[in-house]
């Protein structure tokens, strides 16, 4: 699902003086499995010159910031952690600290030598057929029916709702681990939007657990307050969490949106998917979305390109009469 925010981080990376540090969330999945979509990172900021061979790097590629590895200084090249052919960009800073949720991994000058030596050693593993081959096997098997039984009595039975201001301490958690989307925007939504000002359109749903802890999330808004010229209500954000995986849970938690969105008075629903996530798009249409018209299509690709999007969208809908 497609994930949009008007605020400008490589504009705001640019602007922080050399020498200062800041956290960001959004770098793309260049470190994976080390950084992970929803992960955070502190930046220093510095010159590319300052940076050595392995230093983790904050990189722009036009408007869109990822996190590669320096491979070389003169002059200066960087590449993901599994390798392949990624665009070249401008270095902005060097990544001195990686944070998941609660768990925070520094990463210090004296790491650059082997983060170097891994990121070669894994960019050549990674070009054999068979090494991908098993990472797939194993990931897929991590989120298979064979192990639902057991991830379904670890979790207990999870309830789809509405969330409610009560709820933001779970959804900041859950926006840490998961989300791209600024915690202040969900914060502000949450408590100004959502749950609602009268005459104000929106919502947001969550997959909670019996300790509740979230697990899936999504919510419906409208594009014009982030300037975008497109009217309606659109499914956003639209993730659950890899544990909680093939329970259903993506049906459900569009399925309590569409309720909302009816009892709301909107007489359509929106979504916009990148056109190789599969599974949200099996999930969508098995939900009753059919594909948009080829003018909106245009028009949603034209608007997501010109604020930094790199990847084609599919935009679907569904009727609520």
């Not at 192990?147 to 379904?152: C, F, K, T």
């Not at 359109?201 to 409208?222: C, E, I, K, T």
């Given at each position: 699902?497609?994930?949009?925010?008007?605020?400008?981080?490589?504009?705001?990376?640019?602007?922080?003086?050399?020498?200062?540090?800041?956290?960001?969330?959004?770098?793309?999945?260049?470190?994976?499995?080390?950084?992970?979509?929803?992960?955070?990172?502190?930046?220093?900021?510095?010159?590319?010159?300052?940076?050595?061979?392995?230093?983790?790097?904050?990189?722009?590629?036009?408007?869109?910031?990822?996190?590669?590895?320096?491979?070389?200084?003169?002059?200066?090249?960087?590449?993901?952690?599994?390798?392949?052919?990624?665009?070249?960009?401008?270095?902005?800073?060097?990544?001195?600290?990686?944070?998941?949720?609660?768990?925070?991994?520094?990463?210090?000058?004296?790491?650059?030598?082997?983060?170097?030596?891994?990121?070669?050693?894994?960019?050549?593993?990674?070009?054999?057929?068979?090494?991908?081959?098993?990472?797939?096997?194993?990931?897929?098997?991590s989120v298979s029916g064979w192990s639902r039984p057991?991830?379904?009595?670890?979790?207990?039975?999870?309830?789809?709702?509405?969330?409610?201001?009560?709820?933001?301490?779970?959804?900041?958690?859950?926006?840490?681990?998961?989300?791209?989307?600024?915690?202040?925007?969900?914060?502000?939504?949450?408590?100004?939007?959502?749950?609602?000002?009268?005459?104000?359109?929106?919502?947001?749903?969550?997959?909670?657990?019996?300790?509740?802890?979230?697990?899936?999330?999504?919510?419906?808004?409208?594009?014009?307050?982030?300037?975008?010229?497109?009217?309606?209500?659109?499914?956003?954000?639209?993730?659950?969490?890899?544990?909680?995986?093939?329970?259903?849970?993506?049906?459900?938690?569009?399925?309590?949106?569409?309720?909302?969105?009816?009892?709301?008075?909107?007489?359509?629903?929106?979504?916009d998917i990148d056109d190789d996530n599969m599974a949200?798009?099996?999930?969508?249409?098995?939900?009753?979305?059919?594909?948009?018209?080829?003018?909106?299509?245009?028009?949603?690709?034209?608007?997501w390109s010109a604020s930094g999007g790199l990847k084609?969208?599919?935009?679907?809908?569904?009727?609520?009469?």
């Amino acid at each position: 699902m497609a994930s949009r925010h008007p605020t400008d981080l490589a504009a705001l990376v640019e602007a922080t003086p050399p020498g200062r540090q800041l956290w960001l969330r959004g770098a793309g999945r260049s470190l994976y499995p080390l950084l992970r979509s929803g992960d955070s990172v502190r930046v220093l900021r510095c010159e590319p010159e300052a940076l050595v061979r392995g230093d983790m790097a904050l990189v722009r590629v036009g408007r869109k910031l990822v996190a590669h590895v320096v491979v070389s200084t003169q002059p200066v090249l960087t590449a993901s952690l599994l390798g392949g052919k990624d665009p070249v960009g401008e270095p902005l800073g060097r990544i001195t600290a990686l944070r998941r949720g609660p768990l925070l991994l520094p990463l210090p000058r004296l790491a650059s030598p082997s983060l170097f030596l891994g990121q070669r050693l894994l960019s050549r593993l990674w070009t054999r057929p068979q090494a991908r081959s098993v990472f797939r096997r194993l990931r897929d098997f991590s989120v298979s029916g064979w192990s639902r039984p057991l991830r379904q009595r670890w979790l207990g039975k999870l309830e789809v709702r509405l969330l409610r201001e009560e709820d933001l301490d779970a959804l900041l958690v859950f926006a840490g681990e998961r989300l791209l989307v600024p915690s202040s925007f969900l914060r502000q939504q949450l408590l100004d939007r959502w749950t609602r000002q009268e005459g104000m359109l929106g919502a947001a749903v969550g997959a909670f657990d019996p300790r509740g802890r979230l697990h899936g999330f999504a919510y419906m808004d409208d594009y014009r307050q982030e300037g975008l010229q497109l009217e309606g209500l659109w499914v956003r954000s639209l993730v659950v969490a890899p544990r909680a995986r093939r329970m259903g849970l993506a049906f459900r938690i569009i399925h309590c949106l569409l309720e909302e969105a009816r009892r709301q008075g909107a007489d359509r629903l929106f979504a916009d998917i990148d056109d190789d996530n599969m599974a949200s798009l099996r999930t969508f249409r098995r939900a009753g979305f059919k594909d948009s018209s080829a003018e909106l299509t245009r028009r949603v690709n034209s608007e997501w390109s010109a604020s930094g999007g790199l990847k084609p969208l599919v935009v679907v809908e569904r009727a609520l009469d």
